[in-house]
């Protein structure tokens, strides 16, 4: 049919659009947000670029949702004002015939989005995590920036140097802090290398001194020396312990159902039916009213976006704090948004009002 292709011609046009300026606005905030957390430590700085690519993967889901609900509204916003549907209406296509040319459109979506869910996602989260556990567990030279005070990765030892070469094995102006027990001591020397011995990894420091303290005493040790070396903890190679619930897959959510499990698993079903839900809003909302302007129903979809989403973020905390059923939580508010958008839509489609049916 003439209609349906044009109208999916002109969707596909319009979502194309919006999703490539949402994944921009997206990715500039990701890299943004990336930025700052590898600069207080949380990631390797070398590792922004990966972790943004994961973490824009991990909201594509959300991202393919509002792209698609745009875009029906915007085409079919359009539609109205420019008299189109009034052609079609005159032609015996009524409102709700929409629903199959703009369902045929969006059911590709739809399964991406489920897919994204269900399988993407996790997958992304627990790349992230690994990411930033294996920067948590690098060893003691890893940590080392030049002109910087570093923590090593047990705690006990604090590392500075001035400058360092040849891929930070040699440095200069070394500086080392250390508290064992009841005991401080610290160490500096003019420069300071790298070596193996025996199997273990040296600081070894030169022409440098060694200052010593014992807890509860006045006295104070200090030594002179040409060469002295501390050794330095490596790489943890563990595996991580800590699994997050948004980087479990979506079998073991299912088969081991808890409170955090099933509030992840509402999550996640809740993208795709919120996108199924939001095609069927798109419609019923799609209008043009000169009073209004242009941006008025555009104003309405993001509101409508935002409180949708926000339910969505607020159900699974109640679900894992067992303030809400999961079916129940699942059934009332995807369910009753549903039916309020086919309620709005039959409203429009048979033109009633509050005062009563118009005949």
């Given at each position: 049919m003439l209609f349906?292709?044009?109208?999916?011609?002109e969707?596909?046009?319009s979502?194309?659009?919006t999703?490539?300026?949402?994944?921009t606005v997206?990715?500039?905030?990701?890299?943004?947000?990336t930025l700052?957390?590898?600069s207080?430590?949380t990631?390797?700085?070398a590792?922004v670029?990966?972790?943004?690519?994961?973490?824009?993967?991990s909201d594509?889901?959300t991202?393919?949702?509002m792209?698609?609900?745009?875009?029906?509204l915007?085409?079919?916003?359009?539609?109205?004002r420019?008299?189109?549907?009034?052609?079609w209406f005159?032609?015996?296509v009524g409102?709700s015939?929409?629903l199959?040319p703009?369902?045929?459109?969006a059911w590709?979506i739809?399964?991406v989005?489920?897919?994204l869910?269900?399988f993407?996602?996790?997958?992304?989260f627990g790349?992230?995590e690994?990411l930033r556990?294996k920067?948590?567990?690098r060893?003691d030279?890893?940590r080392?920036?030049?002109g910087?005070?570093?923590?090593?990765?047990?705690?006990?030892?604090?590392?500075?140097i001035?400058?360092?070469?040849?891929g930070?094995?040699?440095?200069?102006n070394?500086f080392?802090?250390t508290?064992?027990l009841?005991k401080?001591t610290?160490t500096?020397?003019?420069?300071g290398?790298?070596?193996i011995l025996n199997?273990?990894?040296?600081?070894i420091?030169?022409?440098?001194?060694?200052?010593?303290k014992?807890?509860?005493?006045s006295d104070?040790?200090?030594?002179v020396f040409?060469?002295y070396g501390?050794?330095?903890g490596?790489?943890d190679?563990?595996q991580r312990t800590?699994?997050?619930?948004?980087?479990?897959?979506?079998?073991e959510?299912i088969?081991t159902?808890?409170?955090?499990?099933l509030?992840?698993?509402?999550?996640r079903i809740g993208?795709?039916l919120t996108?199924?839900?939001?095609?069927v809003?798109?419609l019923?909302?799609a209008?043009a009213?000169?009073?209004?302007g242009r941006?008025g129903n555009?104003?309405?979809a993001?509101?409508?976006f935002?409180?949708y989403?926000n339910?969505?973020?607020?159900?699974k905390?109640?679900?894992?704090?067992g303030?809400v059923?999961?079916?129940?939580?699942?059934l009332?508010?995807h369910?009753?948004?549903?039916a309020?958008g086919?309620?709005?839509?039959?409203?429009r489609?048979n033109n009633w009002?509050l005062?009563g049916v118009?005949?």
């Amino acid at each position: 049919m003439l209609f349906h292709s044009s109208i999916r011609k002109e969707l596909a046009r319009s979502f194309g659009a919006t999703l490539v300026v949402l994944v921009t606005v997206v990715m500039t905030m990701t890299l943004i947000r990336t930025l700052g957390e590898a600069s207080r430590g949380t990631f390797d700085p070398a590792d922004v670029l990966i972790i943004m690519g994961y973490t824009v993967l991990s909201d594509l889901s959300t991202i393919l949702a509002m792209s698609l609900f745009l875009a029906v509204l915007s085409v079919l916003t359009r539609m109205f004002r420019d008299s189109e549907m009034v052609i079609w209406f005159g032609g015996g296509v009524g409102l709700s015939a929409l629903l199959k040319p703009l369902f045929r459109f969006a059911w590709p979506i739809l399964v991406v989005i489920l897919a994204l869910a269900f399988f993407i996602l996790p997958w992304a989260f627990g790349r992230i995590e690994d990411l930033r556990d294996k920067y948590e567990k690098r060893g003691d030279i890893a940590r080392i920036e030049p002109g910087q005070f570093q923590e090593s990765a047990d705690g006990d030892r604090v590392f500075f140097i001035e400058k360092d070469t040849a891929g930070k094995q040699v440095g200069s102006n070394v500086f080392i802090a250390t508290k064992e027990l009841d005991k401080e001591t610290i160490t500096s020397s003019k420069s300071g290398k790298i070596e193996i011995l025996n199997g273990d990894k040296f600081l070894i420091l030169e022409h440098g001194q060694r200052l010593e303290k014992h807890t509860g005493k006045s006295d104070m040790t200090v030594s002179v020396f040409e060469l002295y070396g501390a050794k330095v903890g490596v790489d943890d190679q563990s595996q991580r312990t800590h699994t997050p619930t948004a980087s479990i897959g979506t079998l073991e959510l299912i088969k081991t159902p808890s409170p955090s499990h099933l509030a992840e698993l509402a999550w996640r079903i809740g993208l795709t039916l919120t996108a199924f839900n939001f095609v069927v809003i798109g419609l019923a909302a799609a209008g043009a009213n000169p009073r209004v302007g242009r941006s008025g129903n555009l104003g309405v979809a993001f509101l409508a976006f935002i409180a949708y989403f926000n339910l969505l973020i607020l159900g699974k905390s109640w679900i894992e704090n067992g303030q809400v059923n999961f079916g129940v939580y699942l059934l009332a508010l995807h369910g009753g948004s549903l039916a309020l958008g086919l309620l709005w839509l039959g409203m429009r489609h048979n033109n009633w009002t509050l005062r009563g049916v118009r005949k």
